[in-house]
Nanobody, 116 residues
Framework: QVQLVESGGGLVQPGGSLRLSCAASGFTFSSYTMSWYRQAPGKERELVATITSGGGSRSYVDSVKGRFTISRDNAKNTVYLQMNSLKPEDTAVYYC?????????WGRGTQVTVSS
């Protein structure tokens, strides 16, 4: 049974940093590309960052390039999202996702609020 559990969200001031984690289980984590998405109130869910199975390739939405870094630890079955220089527009629920055998699996999300 695939499970994804996000953690690390919270309230942070503009310019601050947070590190999100997504702990995975129920599948061979090291074989799959992992992604982070976010959904702000009243908006569609959007892809934020993706990392390939070995970590050799990463991609980001333009709005977070240079501020966010996706990484993974295959020994710990965990994918991370380091978020620096946070802006109010980064406020959203952040989700991790894996696609396995054509099926998309999501965690329940972690809330990130950027406000002074």
């Amino acid at each position: 049974q695939v499970q994804l559990v996000e953690s690390g969200g919270g309230l942070v001031q503009p310019g601050g940093s947070l590190r999100l984690s997504c702990a995975a289980s129920g599948f061979t984590f090291s074989s799959y590309t992992m992604s982070w998405y976010r959904q702000a109130p009243g908006k569609e869910r959007e892809l934020v960052a993706t990392i390939t199975s070995g970590g050799g390739s990463r991609s980001y939405v333009d709005s977070v390039k240079g501020r966010f870094t996706i990484s993974r630890d295959n020994a710990k079955n965990t994918v991370y999202l380091q978020m620096n220089s946070l802006k109010p527009e980064d406020t959203a629920v952040y989700y991790c996702k894996v696609v396995r055998w054509g099926n998309a699996y999501w965690g329940r999300g972690t809330q990130v609020t950027v406000s002074s």
